[in-house]
């Protein structure tokens, strides 16, 4: 698993000044120069009629599907997924790339606003790769995680590692981090997000770090079980 990050610092993640509009920022790049949101993220007009219970999965880029056309994203295919298993309710995809747990906290209140009954949480890869101090991070996953729990959301929350450069001490701490907050807020964990995707041909993109669609429908498949238990029929 540690070799996924090896492959997000080593594959040229860098701030892209030519996006255009419907394209994502890298998952690397400072939070500061990812500001708006990525297009997966936007709701559609007949969204905003869509009177369903919704499931929000809030993230960084790897949420948000950077990389991937419009629709591949792993919360659109947890959308399918959950529909043909006849469950009722609104994925809707709060990810934006090069998103820290920081970010997250700053975007709290547009998640809240959109009253989910489950909310799955991903983050923690941007602030592995700044080295950012893990006592930081690990203060915002828990206000992220313990604020929605507190407004009476279910939370799932998904794992990240890092690689072995960044040394056995940080990267214990750094995973340590996502089991702690699952055992104190009693919530289902998936360690590792894209278990069974990295290293596999043809499930990640050229970068090797991000989900290729065929990866992200795995993805979907990894949080699907951990969802359906907090849902109703």
């Known amino acids: 698993m540690s070799l996924l990050v090896v492959a997000l610092s080593q594959s040229g993640c860098r701030p892209d000044k030519t996006t255009k509009p419907s394209e994502v920022a890298d998952s690397s790049q400072p939070a500061a120069e990812s500001a708006a949101p990525d297009a997966a993220s936007l709701p559609s007009p007949a969204a905003t009629n869509d009177k369903r219970p919704v499931i929000v999965c809030f993230g960084d880029s790897l949420t948000a599907g950077y990389g991937t056309d419009l629709g591949q994203s792993y919360p659109d295919y947890l959308q399918t997924d959950l529909t043909a298993e006849g469950y009722n309710y609104r994925v809707v995809n709060e990810g934006i790339s090069g998103n820290t747990t920081k970010d997250g906290v700053d975007r709290l209140d547009r998640v809240l606003a959109l009253k989910p009954v489950v909310v799955v949480v991903e983050f923690g890869g941007n602030d592995g790769l700044r080295g950012l101090r893990i006592e930081d991070s690990r203060t915002n996953l828990d206000r992220i995680v313990g604020t929605l729990k507190a407004s009476g959301t279910k939370v799932v929350l998904a794992g990240i590692t890092l690689p072995p450069d960044y040394g056995p001490d940080y990267i214990k701490q750094f995973n340590d981090t996502y089991a702690m907050l699952a055992t104190k807020y009693h919530v289902p964990i998936l360690p590792f997000l894209l278990k069974g995707v990295f290293g596999v041909e043809g499930m990640m993109q050229a970068d ?16 699907l079980p951990l969802v359906t238990p907090l849902l109703k029929k």
């Open 208 to 223: 090797r770090t991000h989900a290729t669609s065929a990866g992200n429908q795995i993805v979907a498949k990894n949080v």
